[in-house]
Every structure is written in C-alpha cells, then in structure tokens.
Nanobody, 123 residues
C-alpha cells in the first residue's frame, strides 16, 4: 500500500515561516508528480503547488506565488513546501498528494493522499 505522511505544521504568527515535509513509501516516488493541497475551515479543498517528477516544472496557486516554494528530493522520497510570509488566510489542513499520471491542478487526478498536517496562522 502507498502511504504519504505529512509533517511540519504548527501554530505561527503572521509573517512567520514554516516548512512542510511529506515522505512517501510503497511506490516508485520519482515517477510521480507531487502536489500540495489545502482545506481551510468551511472551504473546499484547493490547489496550492505542484512539482513534476524531475523538478523541472513547478506550479503555484496565485494566492501563494512568491511566498511558497515546492521542492522534492527523490533520493529521500520527500516533497517539501517552504511557506514564507504566512497570512491568516493560509490557515488550513495541508495535504500532500501524488499523481502517477502527471501534474494536474485538480484533486481528482491525484491517486494518493496523506492525512494532512495542520497549519494555523494567528496572532
């Protein structure tokens, strides 16, 4: 079975930074596109960032462009999301997801999901 486990969430103040990490197991990690999604309270799950299997292509939601950076380390089977200049609107449960078929912006294309890690931005 494929498993994805996120870590790194926490409670921070506006303007602070956090780095989320996700480690995968049970498949050939390097062959999957990876992405981060988030779901805030009372909101639908939304796309945050995605990265191709070779790290040559990276895409971000407009709301996080310039503040968040996605990266991956295939040797360690990990994908990370560096989040800078955090805002209260970034508060959400953050999920990592894997797509064996390629990079997409909608959650329906992602086959494997972690359970999520909570990020709370509040003063």
């Amino acid at each position: 079975q494929v498993q994805l486990v996120e870590s790194g969430g926490g409670l921070v103040q506006p303007g602070d930074s956090l780095r989320l990490d996700c480690i995968g197991s049970g498949r050939t990690f390097s062959e999957d596109a990876m992405a981060w999604f988030r779901q805030g309270p009372g909101k639908e799950r939304e796309f945050v960032a995605a990265i191709s299997r070779s790290s040559l292509n990276k895409n971000y939601a407009a709301s996080v462009k310039g503040r968040f950076t996605i990266s991956r380390d295939n040797a360690k089977s990990t994908v990370s999301l560096q989040m800078d200049s955090l805002k209260p609107d970034d508060t959400a449960l953050y999920f990592c997801a894997a797509s064996p078929s390629g990079l997409y912006y909608t959650p329906s294309y992602y086959t494997y999901w972690g359970r999520g890690t909570q990020v709370t931005v509040s003063s």
